[in-house]
Every structure is written in structure tokens, then in C-alpha cells.
């Protein structure tokens, strides 16, 4: 594997000096800057600069049928999705619902099972929720709906009505959106909308419902500004599915993610919650959004893989602390089995790479299956050979159906979904089902079909991928003065909410490695000296040896080691000190 090129971020030096001059530390406006901050306004995390409810369309008609239907004391069920947004948008949903007047007998959920019923509301599920809860008028989906054309149709034939919240992108067979006919559609991303924030992940939609909900019932008389329901009670749950979906951090969400880590930091959450940072091992005290998407989300997503997301669910819905605990234990049992499974696929994996081509001269996109794969993890092997190889890759596995499951991840100047749409017209029918974003997407084959997609894809790939595309480049905010080589700028920098299109500092500087020890199978431990001083050093997942002068791509982290805080550079790259940036 190359050595990827450490490119320094671009500071515009007028608006690094207008976030100085209105206050904002020096190092943070350099930082701000460099990410597209233009005005201190856009760092005000508070509520109040939330985006208004009511401009994300769908909002007003949801508020109206949701409190409708709350008055008639309908049973309503949730139709939820198997990853970590999905179930932090369940129990939200179920949570705020609650607190704004449902009953709770009128209040049901079902997730479906990965490899039984498949992604979203179809048919089959309208049917599966009718058998459990025959009483049920009401769907809402969360995190699912926006491509269920033949699901909202069967509901409505059943007697029911639907209320999609979503925020994927729209099926367009034909080059137009296609949306179902449901009662109700809140998705920023659907025609017609013009909220701003259109990556807001579907837990961030279902809580700006409840928002509009909340306005609605105060119009009915039913609350009070003074008297009505806390909903910033649920920001904890909202700031883990946002971070775990891996959605752009734009402004309005990290004012959500900025919320919820600053409850979650004074204690102000969930049982569940608590018992996962429990389990996790980390300090909720000291929460930053990495700990959500590293520590927290997988052991989430890790039910919906391998076994059953209703866990999840439960754990963050369950206000008993010995439930939440032993429920947070199963997670993270779960999530040890899933490491296991995903090593193996993963070798696998690269074993069947290396049959493709050598590892300089790979295909410009790979297509990996093997029988033994699972089809939970196919998702996270191919971002992980997606990392590896720089290149997009979809892995396949078989579902129970008998036919290919696939889950791709991309890279920058490849919009996977747009992929796959296009190698739906040149093929017709290759696709039996597909959907997703600009760097993940899935779909499901036909098994005969396998070659003519590995063809169809490096063809595209051709077509659409330029030379610079495939090299990789790490974007990083240059030096960093070893005087702010402290503990102070390392929590200085811990405490925004860094995350996806709002990435967490990253310096690079060159030193001297002094001395390196591996620790554990997959890990370096650094004493590196720069300018006089020494300090430690640790590069996850890499025994390379590195000796000498080494340009690194580093954070600052505070280690805590036997109850003490102590400073600790995070290697994430090492490259030849007389290479350019």
C-alpha cells in the first residue's frame, strides 16, 4: 500500500483574522477556517439557531396527522430501520411520542431482520406489522420509506395511513424522482424541499417532527411554552445516530451533535446510554463525537448484522438501569462476534484481491463474493479495502433468498448510487433492487448476474474515474508549533464536534522517531523528538518499521494512563520527510 499524499488545507487568512477578532481562539479560527467556517455565527451551537422546523417540508402536514391521531388515541406503529440511525429514530420517535401525549398502548415498533425481510417497508412488513397489531391505523417510518413504492401502495390497501421520515435519496428510474404516494413524506432530500441541512440524518428528521409536533399541540391548546415537554431530553440519542451514519456535519448538525455531547458530558442521558459508555469503556464525562461513531455505533449496529436490532431498541428505550446494563452487556458481546466475523471476511477478502492483480496495480473498482461471507458485514469489509486500495468496492454475500447482497463504499470523484444507476440503463434488469449515497450504496443480484456487474462497474469506473482520482490524498492543517504540543490544546481541540466534512484536526509535522515497539499484533508504540522536545507516540493498525526522519500525519490526544492525563500523538500516516505536500 502507498503512502498517501499529506495535502495542507487552505486557510483564507481574512476569515481566520474576522473568527479572531470575534473571539474564537486562534488555533480554532485557523482550523474553522479551513473548513468552510465563515462567520462566528455558524459555531453558535445553541438551540436556538436550530433551523426552524417548520421550513423542512413535510413538517406542518406530519405534526397534523401525528396529533390526529394522538387525540383519537390511534395505535401507531414505527417501522424502523437495522442500523444505528434507524434505532436511535425509533426510540426517539417512541420516546417523544410518549412525552407529547401518546398513550402507550398506542405506541408499537418492528425493525426488520436483515437477511429475512430486507431494508425499508415492504409488503411483507405491512403484513408482519398487521399479525402483531392488528389494530394498528397508522405507519411511520424512520430512516426507510423514501423507495417504498409497492410498501406505502399495500398499507394503504390494508387501511392504513403512512407517514415516511427519511433523508436518503429518491429511487429515479426513469431519471425522475419516483416517490410513493405515502400521506405524509418529511425528507430533505425529496423534491421540492428547501431546508438547508440536506444531510441531516433520519434520527435528526424524526426529531425535527416532534419539533413541529410539539408547535402543533401548543396551537391545540394542549401545552404551554411554559409547561410543554422537554424534547432536548432526546439530543443524546439524536448525536449518536448522527454521528454513526457518517452524515456531513454542516452546521444545524453540529449543533445536534454539539448538543447531545454537552448532556451526555454532564450525565443527562438515556439508561441505555449510560450503560453503553459503560460497556465501552469510555468517560462519558469527557464525550466527543469519535467516541459515538467508534465506540458506541458499532456496538449498535453490530444487532442489526448479526442478530436482532429490536435489542438495541430496547437498550435505549428501557429507563430500568439493570435492564439497560445487561441489554448494553448483549451488544457488546454481539459486537466482539462481529470483529471476529469481519477479521475472517476481511482476509478472505484480501486473499482474493491478491488473485485479481498485485497490490500497485489494482482494478480501477473491485467486485469481491464468497460463499462464506455474511451479509451483515459486507458493508464494513468494503469500506475497509475501500481504505486500503483506494479504490470503490462492493462485497457480496448470499442471503437467505439465495440471491447476492452487496454493499459498495466509494471514493471521492465516484458517486456510487449514481453508479449503479447508470449501470441499471445500460443493463436492464442486472439490478433487482439498489439505493444509497455518493460514497455507500447497496444492492441485490441475481447469482448469474455476478460477472456482467464486476464488468459493468470497471466500466464506469473507467469512464468516470480521472487519473487524480486515484491517488490518496490526506488532507491535513500543516504545522503544528511544538509550544502547543500540551495537554491544553489537546482538550482544546477535543471539545467541538469534529466528524464527517468537519474532520478533526489533523497535523503534520516532521521528527525524529527515536525508538518504536509493537504493542499487541497491529500496533506501534513512538518515542518521537522534534525541536528538542520528546513525546509519545501511537499509529493504530501499523508495525512498519520507521526510523530516523519521518513526516507524520498526527492528532493530539490526552492518554489517560493509571488515573493520570498525559499527552499522546496519534499517528495517522508516515511518509518520507523530503515528501512535498
Known amino acids: 500500500m502507498t503512502s498517501p499524499l499529506l495535502q495542507i488545507r487552505d486557510v483564507p487568512p481574512r476569515v481566520a483574522y474576522a473568527l479572531e477578532q470575534a473571539g474564537v481562539p486562534p488555533l480554532l479560527a485557523r482550523l474553522y477556517a479551513a473548513r468552510g467556517v465563515r462567520a462566528s455565527g455558524e459555531l453558535d451551537t445553541s438551540l436556538a439557531q436550530l433551523l426552524p422546523p417548520d421550513t423542512l417540508h413535510g413538517t406542518t402536514a406530519a405534526a397534523r396527522l401525528l396529533a390526529d391521531a394522538i387525540d383519537a388515541a390511534q395505535p401507531m406503529c414505527i417501522v424502523a430501520d437495522y442500523d444505528c440511525d434507524g434505532a436511535t429514530a425509533c426510540a426517539v420517535a417512541l420516546r417523544g411520542l410518549a412525552a407529547?401525549?401518546?398513550?402507550?398502548?398506542?405506541?408499537?415498533?418492528?425493525?426488520?431482520d436483515r437477511q429475512r425481510d430486507g431494508y425499508g417497508l415492504t409488503p411483507a412488513i405491512v403484513d408482519q406489522v398487521l399479525e402483531r397489531h392488528p389494530d394498528v391505523r397508522l405507519l411511520i417510518t424512520v430512516d426507510n420509506g423514501i423507495a417504498s413504492q409497492e410498501g406505502v401502495a399495500h398499507a394503504q390497501a390494508r387501511g392504513l395511513k403512512v407517514l415516511i421520515t427519511d433523508h436518503h435519496l429518491p429511487a429515479c428510474p426513469n431519471g425522475e424522482p419516483l416517490l410513493p404516494q405515502a400521506d405524509v413524506i418529511v425528507n430533505p432530500n425529496q423534491p421540492g424541499c428547501t431546508f438547508p441541512s440536506k444531510a441531516m440524518a433520519g434520527v435528526g428528521v424524526m426529531f425535527y417532527v416532534l419539533?413541529?409536533?410539539?408547535?402543533?399541540?401548543?396551537?391545540?391548546?394542549?401545552f404551554t411554552a411554559a409547561n410543554q415537554p422537554r424534547l432536548d431530553a432526546l439530543l443524546d440519542l439524536v448525536a449518536l445516530g448522527t454521528v454513526a451514519d457518517v452524515v456531513a456535519l454542516d452546521a444545524n448538525n453540529r449543533r445536534l451533535v454539539a448538543q447531545g455531547l454537552h448532556r451526555i458530558r454532564q450525565g443527562r442521558m438515556q439508561p441505555g446510554m449510560r450503560a453503553l459508555w459503560e460497556v465501552a469503556g469510555r468517560s462519558a464525562a469527557r464525550a466527543q463525537?469519535?467516541?459515538?461513531g467508534f465506540a458506541l455505533g458499532p456496538r449498535l449496529n453490530a444487532a442489526g448484522r448479526l442478530a436482532d436490532m429490536t435489542l438495541g431498541i430496547e437498550c435505549l428505550l428501557t429507563d430500568d438501569t439493570a435492564r439497560a446494563w445487561a441489554l448494553a452487556q448483549q451488544l457488546d458481546a454481539i459486537n466482539r462476534e462481529r470483529r471476529d466475523v469481519e477479521a475472517g471476511m476481511r482476509e478472505q477478502a484480501e486473499r482474493l484481491c491478491a488473485t485479481l492483480a498485485p497490490i500497485d496495480d489494482v482494478p480501477l473498482?473491485?467486485?469481491?463474493?464468497?460463499e462464506d461471507f455474511h451479509e451483515g458485514v459486507v458493508g464494513i469489509v468494503a469500506g475497509r479495502l475501500k481504505d486500503r486500495l483506494h479504490r470503490p468496492v462492493f462485497v457480496f454475500a448470499r442471503g437467505l433468498d439465495g440471491l447476492l447482497k452487496g454493499s459498495g463504499r466509494s471514493i471521492p470523484g465516484f458517486h456510487l448510487r449514481d453508479a449503479l444507476d447508470w449501470m441499471a440503463k445500460q443493463h436492464p434488469g442486472i439490478l433487482l433492487r439498489f439505493g444509497g449515497?455518493?460514497?455507500?450504496?447497496?444492492?441485490?443480484?441475481a447469482p448469474e448476474t455476478l460477472d456482467t456487474f464486476d464488468q459493468a462497474l470497471r466500466a464506469v469506473a473507467q469512464s468516470w474515474l480521472a487519473p487524480s482520482a486515484l491517488g490518496k490524498i490526506l488532507p491535513t492543517d500543516?504545522?503544528?508549533?511544538?509550544?502547543?504540543?500540551?495537554l491544553d490544546t489537546a482538550r482544546q481541540l477535543a471539545a467541538p464536534p469534529w466528524g464527517q466534512g468537519f474532520e478533526a484536526p489533523l497535523f503534520c509535522d516532521e521528527v525524529d522517531v527515536v525508538s518504536q515497539q509493537r504493542v499487541g499484533e497491529r500496533h506501534s508504540r513512538l518515542r518521537i523528538q522534534r525541536e528538542g522536545q520528546t513525546h509519545n507516540a501511537i499509529w493504530f493498525g501499523h508495525t512498519a518499521p520507521l526510523s530516523g526522519r519521518t513526516r507524520l500525519a498526527y492528532?493530539?490526544?490526552?492518554?489517560?494512563?493509571?488515573g493520570r492525563e498525559r499527552l499522546q500523538l496519534v499517528v495517522e500516516a508516515a511518509v518520507p520527510a523530503d515528501q512535498k505536500s
Open 100 to 112: 407529547l401525549g401518546a398513550h402507550p398502548v398506542q405506541l408499537r415498533y418492528v425493525v426488520p
Open 437 to 445: 449515497h455518493a460514497m455507500a450504496a447497496g444492492c441485490t443480484l
Open 555 to 562: 492528532r493530539l490526544s490526552a492518554d489517560e494512563f493509571q
Open 365 to 370: 473498482a473491485l467486485t469481491l463474493f464468497d
Open 211 to 222: 419539533l413541529a409536533l410539539r408547535a402543533e399541540l401548543r396551537q391545540r391548546g394542549r
Open 289 to 292: 463525537a469519535a467516541d459515538l
Open 478 to 486: 500543516g504545522s503544528l508549533p511544538t509550544t502547543l504540543w500540551t
